[in-house]
């Protein structure tokens, strides 16, 4: 009786002991099941949820130079230029400036672009304005905030990665080495705020403020397309109090994690390791000023008939922003963030390699992902990816002349990229058929180039005339042999590349491949080291300058360490971009473009490979999307209907419990048995 | 006692400085400085800022003292660490004590209770396969915890994503939040996969604890005097196998403070496990260094306590 009581006494020990445990986990989810990760408070709001893998380096507009930094950067800073968000080419509108910059070419070949500022704008409310005038949270922005950042860009401490193309603005450089010298030579003068250091050294000579609300800036030589530098924030108005008080000391964060700026939004929350919040900005100018109806403030008119068919000219004449508020919780792991997607929990996404199949079929949604009223948008990145040959190199460059020009024609003649494209990146990417991507002035959607029309028998023909045969170099009587030097390590990256050497195999080419990290393959490049090598280049502007000047011989990598790789040099091809390049858009400059292209099909300096494609996927409640291309945040374009999301999200996340029962009987079928086996073993 | 902490410390001393070279060895083998600044500057940065930035963060000197015994980057690296400079972050310029001190608490936050549930699911399970040994209950539990413990973490991870986060809907796939409302439903995913890929390996151990402890001498003659399995079981076997539990506890416990690098990795937690896994993907070699260095001095103090609290379970135990 005594052995049986002790027995049950155990069980009964063992039986609590689960429950105190039963009763922990219980009690530490007061929450309960779902798999909700926003408090349900926020249901009804217009909140935009969004993802990002990791935080940006740096927020400050002089430095921040990629699509992770501009997706906070450019919501939160305002220039004075934007692009419109409907039409395609890209279009400068006027941002914070009353109208497009006034051009006016001076006597001595300077050229000057006047912009005026609007009135009445002010900055983000912020503690930093209050270091001179206590208890102030904001002030108006003048032309000066705009000269102040100009010369940020120029300060070598700051380490701009523009300081290029701002150099064409006058005394720049001047001022910049005038700058450091002084701060060498002086140490009290490098001790002082830098405003007023800027300010003794009276500025950069090419920017003046003619009145508090104008702003000249004089270029040295034309250059055009500082308007699009314009229109990006490395130029937006600064507010030297921000610099100055956020400089990381006494609490106080460092003026790289904490923007002040002029744009729709404010980041009213950053914690660069797990989320940030972007908040409607009360001081904007489209919300205090509605009756201007600027054009960067309201919603465009007008636009391409795909837009009127997608639904994107109903908002014509809404004032902007139109939803209150941007999350964006940090995703590492694509499969998590896809997954959220799939819940409702984030508002857009990408496709993930993984699940493309189930997502695309025949290059439309599949009809799972159209039943839950998910929209697919296509767009071609303003960009492009190519085989470069080296012109300095003997063999495959300018000093093999014809035969050079022969070889490379017939290696451009075999790279299949739709192929590539299909195997590597789930056919994603157009193939490219010049430098210049569509979206950009001088793209023509009809141009074949004949040089990249894959044809093997060709290729072997020109192989013949190049002195190859059968890919035979006759001065070994072996294989040719040349060296691909690539910069990506890793297997998925070989694979690809050796697609390329299978490609010229098939012409008797024996190709081998050098991969190293990318800063020993930019330092080859520098050297002159390289044969044949993978390259490529994303637009800082939409401007067939951008991406042409890539083969300008000024901007050779080996003599003038440019981004020009391939070395190429051509006299005509030199002429026609120097004209091309101050030239406005029109039939003479579109006629310089196509010879340079004609160059191009000729001299082979580049096979070019493809314009990447980005497939994005938005819930139906998701309104006003349109890709820009380039790297620009539109969130003040973006509307979304938070009832819809809230009924969506509730259908589809009903946590399914019965498995949970179904585990808890099994536990106990599997324990009692024994439990009395054991009572009656000691009865 | 105190020489022998004295000693101990000692020996620590130099398994830092050896784990600092190496890391230094290791890193510097695979990286050059000009990665590090590639890496934080982007690939456009032009060769000026690149330089810029070298000088700014101290990568301008060589790596090695034979090259300039006054100024490199090896003396400086033993410097910074053993004073405790550990300045910023060579990724985004951010304070590395600041980073330290924002992961300090969502790791604390995930691997305190998964400690503390880890315990209290191993021991009594532990105990019921021992208390049940050569049984059916036994034997599957053994089956169990093999398998448990051949399962890569990985699966796991994935597995409960896609089960318990995205087919039964019961809980977040991954994310953090630092409210107390919502912190629970973040940290069941992860900790029911910690548990899981835990408690095998643990169960296994403890239950070979418990049998030794089980077939000694006072066991036997508990059992003469008539004490039931259960009080022998919760009274005697557990009791007098508090050494073996009380290292393998010990020993976890500076862990709890370095992160569990892969469940806050793949589940989104800001903790100081996934600043390590930032700084190894960024080339970060301050922020790796640092968390290198506070991980090894965590190890070796973890050591040190552990065998210093044999003495508070046992009695027997001298320090010599």
């Known amino acids: 009786m005594r052995a049986r009581s002790e027995a049950e006494g155990a069980g009964g020990r063992v039986g609590l002991l689960s429950l105190v445990i039963v009763c922990f986990v219980m009690s530490a989810f007061p929450s309960g099941c779902s798999n909700n990760p926003y408090p349900p408070t926020r249901e009804g709001e217009k909140v935009l949820y969004s993802s990002f893998v990791d935080a940006p380096r740096t927020l400050d507009p002089a430095r921040a130079y990629n699509t992770r930094a501009h997706a906070i950067t450019g919501a939160v800073y305002d220039t004075l230029l934007k692009y419109h968000f409907l039409k395609r080419p890209l279009e400068l509108i006027p941002g914070l400036a009353v109208s497009l910059p006034e051009k006016t070419e001076l006597p001595d070949g300077r050229v000057r672009y006047r912009f005026e500022l609007r009135r009445d704008l002010l900055f983000a409310d912020d503690a930093c304005f209050g270091l001179d005038r206590p208890g102030q949270r904001t002030r108006e922005v003048v032309a000066a905030d705009i000269a102040f950042q100009l010369a940020r860009i120029a300060d070598a401490e700051v380490g701009s990665p523009v300081i290029e193309p701002f150099s064409n603005i006058d005394g720049f450089q001047e001022f910049s080495r005038a700058l450091t010298a002084r701060r060498e030579a002086d140490p009290g003068f490098a001790a002082r705020p830098v405003h007023e250091q800027y300010a003794e050294l009276g500025g950069i000579p090419g920017v003046r403020t003619p009145s508090s609300h104008v702003l000249d800036v004089i270029l040295h030589r034309p250059y055009p397309q500082i308007r699009y530098w314009f229109a990006m924030e490395f130029s937006t108005p600064v507010p030297w109090e921000a610099v100055e008080y956020y400089d990381g000391r006494g609490g106080r964060p460092r003026f790289d994690d904490h923007p002040v700026g002029t744009g729709p939004y404010v980041l009213s929350e950053y914690s660069k390791r797990s989320r940030y919040v972007l908040e409607r900005s009360k001081n904007w100018y489209g919300v205090r000023h509605p009756e201007w109806k600027a054009p960067a403030a309201t919603y465009p008119s007008e636009g391409e008939e795909e837009d009127r068919l997608a639904g994107r000219l109903d908002y014509a004449g809404r004032t902007l922003p139109f939803i209150d508020r941007v999350e964006v919780r940090r995703e590492k792991e694509s499969i998590p963030r896809f997954n959220k997607f799939l819940q409702g929990y984030y508002d857009a996404s990408g496709i993930i390699k993984e699940s493309f199949d189930k997502v695309v079929q025949e290059d439309a949604l599949s009809p799972e992902m159209k039943a839950r009223g998910i929209a697919l948008e296509k767009a071609v990145s303003p960009d492009v990816f190519y085989i470069g040959f080296n012109f300095d190199d003997p063999v495959v460059g300018r000093a093999g002349g014809e035969r050079s020009r022969k070889l490379r024609q017939a290696m451009s003649r075999v790279i299949d990229v739709e192929e590539f494209t299909r195997v590597f990146n789930n056919g994603r990417g157009v193939p490219a058929q010049s430098p210049i991507p569509p979206g950009i002035y001088g793209y023509d959607p009809d141009y074949e180039n004949p040089a990249r029309r894959v044809d093997l028998e060709r290729a072997k023909q020109l192989m013949v005339e190049a002195g190859y045969p059968g890919g035979i170099d006759p001065e070994t009587g072996e294989a040719l042999r040349l060296t691909f030097d690539s910069a990506d390590t890793s297997s998925a990256g070989l694979t690809k590349v050796q697609f390329y050497v299978s490609a010229w195999k098939r012409l008797g080419i024996d190709v081998r491949v050098e991969a190293t990290n990318y800063n020993q393959f930019l330092e080859k490049l520098r050297n002159g080291a390289h044969q044949v090598f993978e390259s490529g280049w994303v637009a800082d502007y939409p401007d067939p300058e951008n991406f042409l000047f890539l083969l300008w011989s000024q901007m050779g990598k080996s003599k003038f360490g440019g981004p020009n790789a391939t070395n190429f040099s051509n006299a005509r091809f030199d002429e026609l971009f120097v004209s091309m390049k101050t030239r406005e858009n029109g039939p003479r400059r579109m006629a310089e473009i196509r010879e340079m292209l004609r160059i191009l099909e000729h001299e082979r300096p580049w096979i070019e490979l493809f314009h990447r494609e980005e497939y994005s996927l938005y819930h139906g409640w998701v309104r006003n999307v349109k890709p820009m291309g380039i790297s620009m945040p539109t969130y003040q374009y973006r509307d979304l209907d938070p009832v819809l999301r809230a009924q969506r999200r509730r259908e589809w996340n009903e946590p399914i419990v019965w498995p949970a029962w179904v585990l808890l009987g099994a536990a106990v079928l599997v324990v009692l048995p024994g439990i009395r086996t054991y009572l009656k073993e000691r009865q | ?320």
Request: aromatic share 12%; charged share 20%.
């Open chain 2, 1 to 320: 006692m105190g020489a022998y902490v004295l000693r101990r410390l000692s020996y620590g001393i130099g398994v830092v400085f050896g784990v600092l070279f190496l890391l230094f060895i290791l890193f510097f083998t695979v990286t050059k400085p000009d990665d590090i600044a590639r890496r934080a500057l982007g690939e456009k940065a032009p060769p000026e800022v690149i330089e810029q930035w070298k000088i700014n963060h101290g990568y301008d000197r060589p790596l090695w003292p034979w090259q300039d015994w006054d100024d490199n980057l090896l003396f400086d690296h033993y410097e910074r660490m053993l004073t405790f400079d550990f300045g910023l972050s060579d990724a985004d310029d951010s304070p590395i004590t600041e980073r330290i001190a924002s992961g300090v608490g969502p790791s604390l936050s995930l691997t305190v209770p998964l400690l503390v549930l880890g315990i209290l699911v191993a021991i009594p399970l532990s105990l019921l396969v021992a208390f049940f040994r050569e049984t059916y209950i036994d034997r599957m539990g053994v089956f169990l915890c093999v398998l448990a413990m051949s399962v890569s973490m990985l699966l796991y991870i994935i597995g409960a994503q896609f089960l318990i986060g995205k087919v039964l809907r019961w809980y977040p796939i991954s994310g953090f939040d630092s409210n107390l409302l919502m912190l629970p439903r973040f940290l069941a995913l992860p900790l029911i996969v910690g548990v899981l890929s835990g408690v095998g390996g643990d169960v296994r151990f403890y239950r070979t604890v418990f049998l030794e402890e089980s077939s000694r001498d006072f066991v036997r003659t508990a059992r003469a005097k008539g004490a039931s399995e259960a009080r022998i079981m919760t009274r005697h076997v557990l009791r007098n196998a508090m050494i073996p539990i009380l290292t393998n506890v010990v020993l976890a416990i500076p862990f709890l403070f370095t992160g569990a690098l892969l469940l806050e990795a793949f589940f989104g937690i800001p903790g100081l496990g996934s600043i390590t896994v930032d700084a190894i993907a960024a080339n970060d070699f301050s922020t790796l260094r640092t968390m290198v260095f506070i991980g090894s001095l965590l190890f070796i103090l973890g050591q040190i306590a552990t065998d210093l609290s044999y003495g508070l379970v046992d009695p027997r135990v001298r320090f010599e």
